[in-house]
C-alpha cells in the first residue's frame, strides 16, 4: 500500500493576515517545488487548503525533500480516500492491518476542517471500529498512551489517513 500524497504543516504562517500568509504559502510553495527539483522528487500537483500544503506524488523521496524546506514543520505519508465516512474507515482498517501486530494498542486521531454531517468524535468511533474488525486480533484502544496513531484529517473535498505525525 503507498501513499499518495505528502501532508506538509507549517507553523508562523499561518497566524499572519489572509493577504501576508498567501503571500508566504505561495513562497513556501515554490520552494517546495525547488527542493523536490533539486532532490529529484517527482510529484504531480501541490495544493493548498485551510492551512496544509499537499504535495500529490507516490514518490517516497517527496518527504524528505519536503522537511528540509525552510518554513516546514513537519510532514507525513498520506493516503486519500473519497468524500464518505466508510471510505475513511475502510482506508484506517487498510492502514492499520499493514502496521499493526497482534497485541499492540491505537487510537484514531480525528480532525476536521469545514462543515461535515458528523463530528471528530464520529470519526474515531468508525474507524476505530473499522480496525477492530479488519485486525480480528488482540489489539486494544488506549488513547493516552498508544502504540500506534492513526491520524484522520476530514477536509472539505476528501479525507486523509495518516501514517504517524
Not at 9 to 28: G, W
Amino acid at each position: 500500500m503507498t501513499t499518495d500524497v505528502v501532508l506538509v504543516r507549517y507553523d508562523e504562517l499561518a497566524l499572519k493576515s489572509n493577504r501576508v500568509r498567501a503571500r508566504y504559502e505561495q513562497a513556501l510553495v515554490k520552494n517546495l517545488k525547488a527542493m523536490l527539483y533539486a532532490d529529484g522528487s517527482s510529484y504531480s500537483e501541490i495544493s493548498k487548503e485551510m492551512g496544509r500544503v499537499f504535495i500529490h506524488t507516490e514518490d517516497p523521496g517527496a518527504l524528505k525533500s519536503a522537511v528540509k524546506v525552510f518554513g516546514v514543520v513537519s510532514a507525513s505519508p498520506a493516503y486519500t480516500c473519497e468524500p464518505t465516512l466508510e471510505s475513511a474507515a475502510k482506508l484506517c482498517a487498510e492502514v492499520a492491518g499493514s502496521i499493526m501486530k497482534e497485541g499492540q494498542s491505537f487510537a484514531i486521531r480525528a480532525r476536521r476542517a469545514g462543515n461535515h454531517d458528523f463530528t471528530s468524535r464520529d470519526i474515531g468511533v468508525v474507524c476505530g471500529d473499522a480496525v477492530f474488525q479488519q485486525m480480528n486480533k488482540n489489539i486494544t484502544v488506549d488513547l493516552d498512551n498508544p502504540d500506534i496513531e492513526i491520524f484522520v484529517e476530514i477536509r472539505q473535498k476528501w479525507r486523509m489517513s495518516l501514517r504517524n505525525r
